[in-house]
């Protein structure tokens, strides 16, 4: 019932609450455009080991030589017309009265108040390139969980960062990973130690503010045996008329009987290509879930993916996408079962107005000798306007014939007859739309924490009810 | 409150269904609109509502003198209209609480606060004998025809309507589902400042629901008008009784 009066209450524009954009301030700005000389520029500022300079330089040869994909959405992308690195302030904030006023209130624009203030204790938050606010809560130090941003990760833990980074995403694995592996910045450093259970989310705001600035954050986050950690990142960037570039890389390992919940909800505005790699390894008895969220942006392309790697693993994805005018979400999820008696769960939900266009592209991939895996594919796609469409590519190998796959895909409109039900009890025609939406996405939404499904709920309404401009 | 229905002709999918429709309710009045199948009673309640795929080709509807005729549905519900619908559409995902309480706020202009909402419908639920986690539930989803029935009067009980037409709200209910749901029509009811057009084709709920009228449809007219006794005249000789006069 809470969500119901939040939607109601949102009468302000998009524009107002997340198109303005704040006086750009920064202590450093790179020059546009790659260049080896730019990564060691930006390797030098952070006064990183060679090791991972080294990284950089052949993660950017890799890129250089790599073809743009042949495949999916078209990429229309000057790379020399970019920002590869900006640093906002000389130093990280270390509480909260130390981040700069106008960065605060870009938060507060930003509409943090409800998702995040409650929560300020476990914020991570990221603005531009590099964090500028930090704050571990203490319980979670005394535990010896580490929640850094990335470069801080590196400094403070180079041993456990060496060993892990870029393992399960390797530089070469495409064109977009090896440009986030050459000029990575910020992002999020998380280690859970055995058998611990991070009982509250770990949050994490990204966000965009500089013309043309990519953003290539970079998140590891490791779980040890037996331990528990729900991480929790929000995005949102203001509209600006030049593309942005959003390519960040997200690595998880999960060890042992370990948890870990990745929640995403993203609203880039209608300019960012955000082409983001995420992937997970699940060993013996781990559970990975991926609950993902894309609104806005221009072109997304993100497939959450879990290889399962040891007996008895699980792989919960569930993800929504909603593409309006100008919009093409390319999405998905991927399984990959290598080993026995291993599940996984992918749940697409989609919708598709004014327009726009959204892609189901999944895999599910079942390795010779992993038998007993049970894996279940269902995407559903809402199209709510004659312009409007929506495929489906699902790509299935399975190599194994003990196994139990069922793929599940429907495709729906809003029907005459619910909207002037919903009508008769005197919602106009865009809130009774929304609430079919809403309704539509409900089984994503129940996953998120409340502030974020209200949060959620408030952008779909917008979206609906025209409010984007 | 006053509805005039003044000479209602109105068509769907190109066949005329109404052919002169008349009738006037006044609040705290319980109009009973019977009628075989084909008569035109769920169409008379969809045109009154403003159902898109229904056209009105001549006459007018009125509440308080100003024609509704051009009236979104929307506009119609915040008037004070209600239809409790034969076949209410399903809406998965979202809660029959959180739906209530967007239409509420739709049709008094303001959202209640979620506590004092919350009353609200508990006091509506406890008169109507439903349980606190029916409005959990999707609303309509996978309901039985019964549930379907009882989620329509509950929300007419929380909307409080100034015009309510129980469109066939009797059909499909067994002995003690009617019983329940009837009680909670005369619950509802009795608020003198509401009227009712109840349509149904048996007048097995009119043994509950007391109407002070009796309308009988046919052909897509009201062939004959009286009091309650009318029912039991049909209940005795069928609806072919009339037919000849």
Known sequence: MEVAKEILDIKESYETKYGFSDPEKYSFKAKKGLSGEMVRQISAIKSEPEWMLDFRLRALKIFFSRPMPQ?????????????????????????WDDVPKDIKSTFDKLGIPEAERKFLAGVGAQYESESVYHHIQKELGQQGVIFLDMDSGLRECPEIVKKHFGKIIPAGDNKFAALNSAVWSGGSFVYVPENVKVA????????????????????????????????????????????????????????????????????????????????????????????????????????????????????????????????????????????????????????????????????????????????????????????????????????????????????????EETLFYLMSRGLKESDAMALVVRGFIEPFTKELPMEYAVELNRLVHMEMTGAVG | MKLEIENLHAEVDGKEILKGVTLTVKSGEVHAVMGPNGAGKSTLSNVIMGHPRYRVISGDVKLDGASILSMSPDKRARTGIFVSFQYPAEVPGVSIASFLRSAHGAINGKEMS??????????????????????????????????????????????????????????GLDVDALRVVADGINRVSSSPDMGIILITHYNRILKYVIPDFVHVMHGGRIVRSGKSDLASFIEEKGYSSLEAT
């Open chain 1, 200 to 415: 509250m989310p770990l949050q994490a705001y990204f966000r965009i503010n500089a013309k043309n600035m990519g953003q290539f954050e970079r998140t590891l986050i490791i779980t040890e045996p037996g331990s528990s950690v729900h991480y929790v990142e929000g995005c949102s960037a203001p509209s600006y008329s030049e593309d942005s570039l959003h390519a960040a890389v997200v690595e998880i390992l999960a060890k042992e009987n370990s948890r870990l919940r990745y929640t995403t909800i993203q609203n880039w505005s209608n300019n960012v290509y955000n082409l983001v790699t995420k992937r997970a390894h699940a060993h013996r008895n781990a559970v990975v879930e991926w609950i993902d969220g894309n609104l806005g942006s221009k072109i997304t392309m993100k497939y959450p993916s879990v290889y399962l790697l040891g007996e008895g693993a699980k792989a919960n994805i569930i993800s929504i996408a909603y593409a309006g005018r100008g919009q093409h979400q390319d999405a998905g999820g991927k399984a990959v079962h290598m080993a026995k008696n291993t599940s996984s769960t992918i749940l697409s939900k989609s919708i598709s107005k004014d327009g726009g266009k959204t892609t189901y592209r999944g895999l599910l991939r079942v390795a010779k000798g992993a038998t007993g895996v049970m894996s279940n594919v269902r995407c559903d796609a809402l199209i709510l306007d004659d312009t409007s469409s929506s495929d489906t590519v699902p790509y299935m190998d399975v190599a194994e014939k003990n196994v139990s796959i069922t793929h599940e895909a429907t495709v729906g409109k809003v029907s």
């Open chain 1, 71 to 95: 495949w999916g959405p078209k990429l229309e992308i000057d790379f020399n017309n970019i920002f590869y690195y900006i640093k906002p302030v000389e130093k990280q904030g270390r509480s």
């Open chain 2, 114 to 171: 979620v506590i004092d909402f919350q009353k609200l419908v508990k006091e509506k639920t406890k008169m109507l004998g439903i349980s606190d986690d029916f409005i959990k539930r999707g609303l309509n989803e996978g309901f039985s025809g019964g549930e379907k029935k009882r989620g329509e009067i509950l929300q007419m009980a929380v909307l409080s309507p100034r015009l309510a037409i129980l469109d066939e709200t009797d059909s």
